[in-house]
């Protein structure tokens, strides 16, 4: 096993290697190999594993890479990822890939996917609708259809048919290693100070650019590792940060966020990594049907995801009671639309339950990283003074 430390900065390396140099690497391996990417928030990538393919989250560039031609590219009054993925896509930093899937997010994302097809990068990109209306008859039929779009899209590339057998192990290998994921929060929900969550963001950013098998192996020993007493105890509050589902904060805000006195003990940063709830069945005879009824059943909640039978300031709630958290930080990409016209709806969902809050915004490659750290640290001290 390693040692906790050397797979740290595996991790952190992998993260935000904007070149994708271990993927790239992988497809050379072998014959057939996919490299398909994505964007945030959450794809199906079992079909992509049974493809003979790579899933690849593409996250952005933080402040990893200076934007210029993605400037030119969109109006000023949008957030930084999509400028940043069109630079990565402009200066090579994409080339090899297959594919790209660009989930339901929002308009902007919508038109950046129209700009990869203008600019022929890869062999396909798809923007991947999701159901808005939850009966299987309906929305199930068609989400299934748009996963079926995906698959002769990989199929035109390289000819390999996706087979039950190979969507049913792929679909046993992504439930593992969610509950690896899920097995890490529980943990630091408890002993948040043995794994800090800018550890936790590397740990999972990185298993977005390598296989899952190989994850999976890092996360059990990652487990091994924090399951043991690491680190010393401090009197810092318990937080649920949320808004951040799509456009990644700075590592600079969650250390931040960390220093001025909080411990995150859930957040939605990499969310389409635990996006379905519990396991999907592994042993249907139907397993595009069975990634179809986890999706509609077991999806978490998240402001690009229409969940009117199920409103997400209530659930956002419970998951903070489920935390034991003693407060929330609403932290929301500029300009992000979903996240904040969602967001005064659920403030009063905390009001109505008494959970005290937060709230700021940041660009992924900038921040007043002083100002939030401020912040936090006041309501910190708040919380501790008169909670």
């Given at each position: 096993?390693?040692?906790?430390d050397?797979?740290?900065?595996?991790?952190?390396?992998l993260?935000?290697?904007?070149?994708?140099?271990?993927?790239k690497?992988?497809k050379?391996?072998?014959?057939d190999?996919?490299?398909?990417?994505?964007?945030?928030?959450?794809?199906?990538?079992?079909?992509?594993h049974?493809?003979?393919?790579?899933?690849?989250?593409?996250?952005?560039?933080?402040?990893?890479?200076?934007?210029?031609?993605?400037?030119?590219?969109?109006?000023?009054?949008?957030?930084?990822?999509?400028?940043?993925?069109?630079?990565?896509?402009?200066?090579?930093?994409?080339?090899d890939?297959?594919?790209?899937?660009?989930?339901?997010?929002?308009?902007?994302?919508?038109?950046?996917?129209?700009?990869?097809?203008?600019?022929?990068?890869?062999?396909?990109?798809?923007?991947f609708?999701?159901?808005q209306?939850?009966?299987?008859?309906?929305?199930?039929?068609?989400?299934?259809?748009?996963?079926?779009?995906?698959?002769?899209?990989?199929?035109?590339?390289?000819?390999?048919?996706?087979?039950?057998e190979?969507?049913?192990?792929?679909?046993?290998?992504?439930?593992?290693?969610?509950?690896?994921?899920?097995?890490i929060?529980?943990?630091?929900q408890?002993?948040?100070?043995?794994?800090?969550?800018v550890?936790t963001?590397?740990?999972?950013r990185?298993?977005?650019?390598?296989?899952?098998?190989?994850?999976?192996?890092?996360?059990e020993?990652v487990?091994?590792?924090?399951?043991?007493?690491?680190g010393?105890?401090?009197?810092?509050?318990?937080?649920?940060?949320?808004?951040?589902?799509?456009?990644q904060?700075?590592?600079?805000?969650?250390?931040?966020?960390?220093?001025?006195?909080?411990?995150?003990?859930?957040?939605?940063?990499?969310?389409?990594?635990?996006?379905?709830?519990?396991?999907?069945?592994?042993?249907?005879?139907?397993?595009?049907?069975?990634?179809?009824?986890?999706?509609?059943?077991?999806?978490?909640?998240?402001?690009?995801?229409?969940?009117?039978?199920?409103?997400r300031?209530?659930?956002?709630v419970?998951?903070?009671?489920e935390?034991n958290?003693?407060?929330?930080i609403?932290?929301?990409a500029?300009?992000?639309?979903?996240a904040?016209?969602?967001?005064?709806?659920?403030?009063k969902?905390?009001?109505?339950?008494?959970?005290p809050?937060i709230?700021f915004q940041?660009?992924?490659?900038?921040?007043q990283?002083?100002?939030?750290?401020?912040?936090?640290?006041?309501?910190s001290?708040?919380i501790k003074?008169?909670?």
């Amino acid at each position: 096993m390693k040692p906790l430390d050397t797979i740290l900065k595996e991790c952190e390396e992998l993260s935000f290697d904007l070149n994708f140099t271990s993927a790239k690497k992988w497809k050379t391996q072998g014959k057939d190999r996919l490299l398909v990417g994505f964007l945030p928030i959450y794809v199906p990538r079992e079909i992509i594993h049974a493809a003979n393919g790579l899933p690849v989250g593409i996250m952005g560039v933080g402040d990893r890479k200076q934007i210029i031609k993605g400037d030119a590219y969109y109006q000023s009054y949008i957030c930084h990822l999509p400028r940043g993925i069109i630079e990565m896509a402009l200066d090579k930093n994409l080339d090899d890939f297959d594919g790209f899937m660009f989930p339901a997010i929002c308009d902007c994302v919508r038109n950046l996917s129209g700009m990869f097809k203008l600019s022929k990068k890869g062999n396909f990109q798809r923007y991947f609708d999701y159901p808005q209306n939850f009966d299987p008859l309906v929305g199930g039929i068609f989400y299934t259809q748009e996963m079926e779009k995906v698959m002769d899209d990989m199929f035109a590339v390289n000819k390999i048919k996706v087979t039950d057998e190979k969507l049913n192990n792929a679909i046993q290998l992504y439930n593992k290693n969610r509950k690896l994921i899920e097995a890490i929060y529980d943990i630091r929900q408890e002993f948040p100070w043995r794994f800090s969550a800018v550890e936790t963001y590397h740990v999972l950013r990185a298993g977005l650019t390598i296989p899952v098998e190989e994850h999976n192996t890092m996360l059990e020993q990652v487990l091994e590792h924090i399951s043991k007493e690491r680190g010393e105890p401090m009197d810092n509050i318990r937080v649920v940060v949320t808004g951040s589902f799509c456009e990644q904060p700075p590592i600079g805000l969650i250390k931040s966020i960390e220093m001025a006195g909080c411990y995150i003990v859930e957040d939605d940063f990499m969310l389409g990594s635990r996006w379905i709830q519990g396991d999907v069945d592994a042993k249907s005879k139907a397993p595009l049907a069975a990634l179809t009824d986890a999706y509609i059943n077991q999806s978490t909640f998240s402001s690009a995801y229409y969940d009117v039978g199920n409103p997400r300031g209530k659930r956002l709630v419970k998951l903070a009671k489920e935390r034991n958290a003693d407060g929330i930080i609403f932290a929301a990409a500029s300009f992000c639309d979903p996240a904040l016209l969602d967001r005064p709806q659920m403030q009063k969902e905390c009001d109505d339950a008494g959970i005290p809050h937060i709230n700021f915004q940041f660009h992924e490659n900038t921040g007043q990283l002083k100002v939030i750290k401020e912040q936090a640290g006041t309501f910190s001290d708040s919380i501790k003074l008169w909670a």
